[in-house]
């Protein structure tokens, strides 16, 4: 599972005139599901997302001391499968790594539901984009702060 991370002053998605989703300050995550991914990356993904250190702590102002839940901002899903691209040989991408949308639906939707689960008031801090749609992602990017992650290999041999 890979995701891009960006810190937002603000970050949004609409579906041709319909927005599905909208955070002020927090994170946006766009996020790829693999071929291999199974329910111990979505757990670490969750976690990491929640208790990453991106923010200004509230109570200090100090820099990269505080995560989402300290801070109540708001985190941003957006599924996207193209960050499972491979680009090595030639110059068409390569989305052979990507789970195919019959089955990373599922995973996607019990992604969500981890998620939400650590996160108190899930209901307006949690925003997710349309699955399977052509949206637009708008994001306001703080800093900028933008940082790839992608879970352990470890995780899917273990």
């Given at each position: 599972?890979?995701?891009?991370?960006?810190k937002?002053?603000?970050?949004s998605?609409?579906?041709g005139?319909r927005?599905t989703?909208?955070i002020?300050?927090?994170m946006?995550?766009?996020?790829g599901?693999?071929?291999?991914?199974?329910?111990k990356?979505?757990e670490?993904?969750a976690n990491?997302?929640?208790k990453?250190r991106?923010?200004?702590?509230p109570?200090?102002?100090k820099?990269?001391?505080?995560d989402?839940?300290?801070c109540k901002?708001?985190?941003?899903?957006v599924?996207q499968?193209t960050?499972?691209?491979?680009?090595?040989?030639?110059?068409r991408?390569?989305?052979?790594q990507a789970?195919?949308?019959?089955?990373s639906?599922?995973?996607?939707n019990?992604?969500?539901?981890?998620?939400?689960?650590?996160?108190p008031?899930?209901d307006?801090?949690?925003?997710?984009?349309?699955?399977?749609?052509?949206?637009?992602?708008?994001?306001?990017?703080d800093?900028?702060?933008?940082?790839?992650?992608?879970?352990p290999a470890?995780?899917?041999?273990?």
């Amino acid at each position: 599972m890979r995701a891009i991370i960006q810190k937002v002053t603000k970050a949004s998605v609409t579906v041709g005139d319909r927005c599905t989703g909208s955070i002020g300050q927090g994170m946006c995550v766009l996020l790829g599901i693999s071929t291999k991914d199974t329910d111990k990356e979505i757990e670490w993904m969750a976690n990491k997302l929640v208790k990453l250190r991106i923010f200004n702590h509230p109570d200090t102002d100090k820099p990269w001391d505080a995560d989402l839940l300290q801070c109540k901002f708001g985190i941003l899903i957006v599924s996207q499968f193209t960050l499972q691209c491979v680009v090595n040989k030639g110059t068409r991408p390569d989305f052979h790594q990507a789970m195919k949308s019959e089955q990373s639906l599922p995973m996607f939707n019990k992604f969500l539901e981890v998620l939400r689960s650590k996160v108190p008031n899930s209901d307006t801090l949690v925003q997710v984009g349309e699955f399977g749609a052509f949206m637009q992602v708008h994001i306001q990017n703080d800093g900028p702060v933008t940082i790839p992650i992608e879970t352990p290999a470890s995780l899917s041999t273990s």
